[in-house]
């Protein structure tokens, strides 16, 4: 048996969710959407979601909700996935990567701040910043929203890792401070949907506006195309949209994964903690959990210490032979070639992170001696590399 850096875990109630879209009259458009988004919204207390197909049009859609389009700069997080600045690149804007602390991995709200100010002095400012809950732990929100009163922008939180979560008692989504929040439900996330994404708001125009542009700019809603004598087939589109949505065989399972979201938070917390007291006297790193948050516990990354930087690949290899797949979270987007052109120089905590860093299994199918087997393994494969 493999084990894996992430899996789903799909029960029986899952499956008859599914099954009984497919038994019924709509495979997509039909209820369990418009359900599955008044259950995530209830979930995470914000005024409205918009369910899509995945994280990325979930980032697309709030960005283009927000007005980003070119001459405009977004700034985020180097260690994220590249959907994160991708979709504002989709947009025609420019990114901007702004360095982590290197005990969260999250975006350091100090970076954030001098980089506002070096940009002032250029005349220059983002339009939309985007914290990434790095792990499934909240970003310090408080003062990256104190920054956005001060330089005016807007946020969009990237929470493909962090549904389930709570920053300061309230539930990641809540959008307390913020414009928007995406989710990711990809099968290596907390809930899945197969493939799927959401994004919740409390904004009623921004609501109106994502839900045009998940479904070609079309719309039928006679206070947003100002036209009074439309007949009943007629619907009018008013803006150039795409084809995002989710069908209600994904949203099915959705709901059905929401239910368990709870669960799942508990025994990743539990599984993390059991990481924590196995390497409690070990030279690994672990992520700093700050106050105020409840991590959802996405991945568990350990970074290992400077003296066995080097020797990561050989390490990665033998715990592949061994039947564990790490993975390693995440190459620092600034570094990928596409992103060449970035005005950025070096980011150097994610970049040392990058060299450190490993992500260890943990989802809701692996035990305690799962644990302790990839724990004394990875304790081998060091020595065997560092002969
Ligand atoms: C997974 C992920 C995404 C993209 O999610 P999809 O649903 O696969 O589009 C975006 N941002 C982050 C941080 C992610 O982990």
């Known amino acids: ?155 969009v939180e990237d929470a493909s890792h962090a549904i389930g979560g709570s920053y300061c008692n309230s539930k990641i989504g809540s959008c307390r401070y913020s414009d928007a929040t995406v989710f990711s439900f990809h099968p290596v996330k907390i809930i899945t949907t197969g493939e799927g994404g959401a994004v919740t708001t409390n904004s009623l125009s921004l609501y109106k506006k994502m839900q045009l542009f998940r479904s070609h700019g079309v719309t039928r809603d006679a206070s947003l195309h100002k036209d009074t004598d439309i007949s009943a087939w007629e619907y009018r589109q008013i803006s150039l949209g795409y084809n995002y949505r989710q069908s209600d065989i994904h949203a099915a399972l959705g709901i059905s994964q929401l239910q368990r979201l709870d669960d799942f938070i508990l025994l990743r917390n539990k599984l993390a903690s059991n990481y924590s007291e196995i390497f409690s006297s070990s030279s690994f790193i672990p992520i700093r959990v700050i106050e105020d948050c409840i991590s959802s516990w996405h991945l568990y990354v350990i970074q290992l210490p400077h003296e066995y930087w080097s020797f990561k690949s050989q390490i990665f290899e033998r715990m592949k032979k061994k039947g564990i797949n790490l993975n390693v979270h995440y190459q620092p987007v600034h570094t990928q070639p596409h992103y060449r052109f970035t005005n950025n120089t070096s980011l150097l905590n994610s970049e040392n992170y990058y060299a450190s860093a490993l992500t260890l299994p943990l989802h809701c199918g692996i035990t305690r001696s799962d644990q302790e087997y990839v724990a004394s393994q990875l304790v081998d494969s060091i020595k065997q590399s560092c002969k």
């Open 1 to 155: 048996m493999t084990l894996q850096y992430g899996r789903h875990s799909i029960n029986s109630d899952d499956i008859s969710s599914v099954l009984d879209v497919l038994k019924s009259d709509f495979l997509t458009q039909g209820p369990k959407v418009p359900y599955f988004e008044s259950a995530l919204s209830e979930y995470v207390s914000s005024k409205y979601t918009v369910a899509v197909n995945s994280a990325t049009s979930a980032l697309h859609i709030a960005y283009l909700a927000l007005g980003l389009s070119e001459n405009d700069l977004i700034i985020t997080s180097p260690n994220t996935f590249v959907a994160t600045s991708n979709a504002a690149l989709m947009c025609g804007a420019a990114v901007e990567f702004v360095d982590i602390n290197p005990n969260t991995l999250n975006m350091c709200p100090i970076a954030l701040e001098n980089k506002l100010k070096l940009l002032k002095s250029q005349n220059k400012a983002p339009k939309i910043v985007v914290p990434v809950h790095f792990s499934g732990q909240s970003c310090e929100m408080k003062r990256i929203h104190e920054l956005s009163i001060e330089y005016s922008f807007r946020i």
